[in-house]
């Protein structure tokens, strides 16, 4: 299992491209997830289902299930948020999965920057950036790739996607 991830500021089109890359992926055979991390407060699940209402009632999880799909809903009441390791530790085994976010986490990164956006790139503060995905001149000895380039985005994020081992191997050794 290889680990890749998107990272930029809100507003830079990270989920609008992830999801023109994951179906070029898909077409090319490979089994794709995704992490995605919320700086916010989220909710999955339908108030006043019974779900929410076995979560709302103190449950630690709560796993839903049907012919057509299961989630499990984790409740951290107080502790800490889980770092990516540990969360990428729970994913079923895929090719490739894709970490939307944890810009802090010791994994590689695409950075997904738009001109439009009026933000500096984070390239030049971030050694785990190894490609750029803009509509940007730069300067940089990175590879990038426009952003409507999703075959050249797809092949950069599969060159940079590092082991799973390695990423909880980096995970020892750095914050």
Partial sequence: MKVIGL?????????TLLS????????????????KHAHHSFDVDVPGKDSWVHRQSGAAEVLVSSGKRWALMHELRGASEPRLPELLKKMSPVDLV???GFKAEPHRKIEVHRLANGKAPLFPDDPGIVGIATDAELETTLPTAHLDDIPAIAAMMQRSAISLEEV????VTEP
């Fill in 168 to 171: 909880l191997a980096r995970s």
């Fill in 98 to 100: 894709v970490i939307e």
């Fill in 7 to 15: 990272a930029g500021w809100s507003g830079a089109g990270k989920t």
């Fill in 20 to 35: 023109r890359i994951i179906p070029h992926l898909l077409g090319q055979g490979l089994r794709v997830s995704v992490i």
